[in-house]
Structures are given as structure tokens and as C-alpha cells.
């Protein structure tokens, strides 16, 4: 189903058409995590490098489900790592650039790893967040990704803030599909925002998102958690931290986004 909503079609030198799909939505926004999957392919595609390694996207305005053109602008192309610029355009209005940085990864342990490790019960004993959790917000994203929130988050999204500014919990794709640096990219944006966790509900629009890429993830359910540290003047930073089955430190990632203004949603 990704490879679906996130297809392709090259129409000249660097330039490509992609269709995008309104069912990976989050209410009337589509996710921002998705919306960077076919610009990324885009690239993938005119360099020839297998993998993205690194991916900052500035969000310039909100794309809407339906047909749109991506122009990469390659930077740098060499042998064993290349650099380009992409952006989507819609309505003759780009919607998002995005910085990407491609090369080759594999699925050697890391060198060093001193991340903090994500401690967690199994996904059978975590709560999945359902479309319908969020009275009168349709989760639509949630019926192609399998997001569940570790024990002591479970309420934060039907109501009950609890001020951590952190979530937890697994991530895998709903039609089996194993996971790749496409799916990490998905993984990093596709919990509800840490502002839930103080009371600020709805959506929080990402402004810029960048990942990096640091392994091929094994098999399985990947496990995450979010972390923000400071709110200001309307704005609210988010890290993400990714590790597979294996426990091995697959993706890293930072945003910058706005605060909510929507007050705590009704209990389901």
C-alpha cells in the first residue's frame, strides 16, 4: 500500500509526477511524515543511490489529496553519496523542499551507540490508537500504521494529560509490511504530537522535520519514543529516537512545530 500512495512517475530530467493520497490524513492535514515519502523516491530515483541517510523538509503550506510534481535539483552526485534538493509543487505553489543526503546503509551494528535505550512491555500489551479514538477527528493515518502507546500513555489521548511531554510505544506498518528507511521516515512523524501530554490537543503543524537514517531495521515491530523539551511563543520542539527489533538505533529525529490551541477532547 506505501508503494501505492507514494508512486512516481518521471515526466522529464529531475522531474516527477506523484498522486497524493488523502487517506494517510490526520483530520483534514495529511501527515507530514508521508507527504516527504514520493519527494524522497524522487531522488532516490534521479540519483541512483539506494538509501536516504539524512532528510530535513521545510513545510511551506499544506498539500491537499490529489496530483502534484516534484523537481529535484541535484547538488552534489558522487560515487558513494549525493545531495539534492527536492520540492513539491502543487496548484503551481511549492508545498514542502526538501534537503536530502543518499548513500548506502546496511544492517551492521552500530560502532557506538549511546542512546538511551526504549524500554518497553510487548505490543500485545500496549494500547493501538484507533481512527476513532479522538471524538469528531477522523485518525485516518491510523488505518495504515499500527501505532501503540505503551501503558502509562494509553489516556493521554482520550483526555487525561499527564505533563510528561514524552510518549512510547511500537510502530509497525497495518498490511505486514516490513520495515525500511521509508517506514522510519513514516515512524518519526506518525505519533500524536508530545503536546498531548499537557493538555494541547489537535493538530500541531510541523514547520521542519529532519531525520537521519543510521541502519537497515530488521524484521518486526520498530519501538519509539518522543521527547520535547521546550514550548515558546507558540512553538514546541519534538526529538524521536527509533530502534528495531533488534534493539539497534535505526533512525534519529528532530522537528520544530506550533502549538496547538484546542482544548481537551471529550473521553472515549
Known amino acids: 500500500m506505501l508503494e501505492i500512495h507514494t508512486e512516481i512517475r518521471e515526466t522529464g530530467p529531475d522531474r516527477y509526477a506523484t498522486l497524493i ?4 490524513a490526520i ?14 523516491r524522487a531522488v532516490l530515483a534521479a540519483e541512483g543511490h539506494p538509501h536516504p541517510v539524512a532528510v530535513t523538509t521545510d513545510y511551506l503550506q499544506a498539500p491537499h489529496a490529489g496530483e502534484a510534481e516534484i523537481v529535484v535539483e541535484r547538488l552534489r ?7 539534492s534538493r527536492a520540492t513539491l509543487i502543487q496548484d503551481g505553489q511549492p508545498c514542502l523542499v526538501s534537503s536530502v543526503v543518499t ?16 524500554e518497553l512491555p510487548s505490543p500485545d500489551q500496549c494500547t493501538r490508537i484507533r481512527s476513532d479514538v479522538m471524538p469528531g477527528t477522523n485518525l ?22 499527564d505533563g510528561s511531554m514524552a510518549l512510547r510505544g511500537w510502530v509497525r506498518m497495518v498490511d505486514g509490511r516490513d520495515p525500511d528507511p521509508l517506514v522510519c521516515l513514516l ?7 508530545v503536546t498531548f501530554t499537557i493538555g494541547r490537543y489537535g493538530w500541531a503543524p510541523t514547520v521542519q522535520l529532519t531525520t537521519y ?11 519509539c519514543e518522543l521527547r520535547g523539551r521546550v514550548l515558546a511563543n507558540g512553538w514546541f520542539d519534538e526529538d524521536c529516537t527509533i530502534r528495531d527489533s533488534a534493539g539497534r538505533l535505526v533512525a534519529q529525529s528532530r522537528q520544530i512545530a506550533r502549538i496547538p490551541r484546542v482544548p481537551t477532547p471529550t473521553e472515549n
Not at 515512524?187 to 504530537?193: G, L, N
Open 140 to 161: 485516518a493515518l491510523m488505518d495504515h500504521v499500527d501505532v501503540r502507546l505503551a501503558p502509562e500513555f494509553a489516556n493521554v489521548v482520550r483526555g487525561r494529560p
Open 103 to 118: 548513500s548506502t546503509l546496511d544492517s551492521s551494528s552500530p560502532d557506538l551507540d549511546m542512546a538511551p535505550q526504549i
Open 77 to 83: 552526485t558522487g560515487k558513494t553519496i549525493g545531495t
Open 213 to 223: 537514517l543510521r541502519v537497515l531495521p530488521a524484521p518486526g515491530w520498530l519501538r
Open 187 to 193: 515512524a518519526a512523524d506518525a505519533f500524536p504530537p
Open 27 to 40: 483530520g483534514s492535514s495529511l501527515n507530514g511524515g508521508y507527504l516527504q515519502l514520493p519527494v524522497v
Open 21 to 24: 493520497d488523502g487517506g494517510w
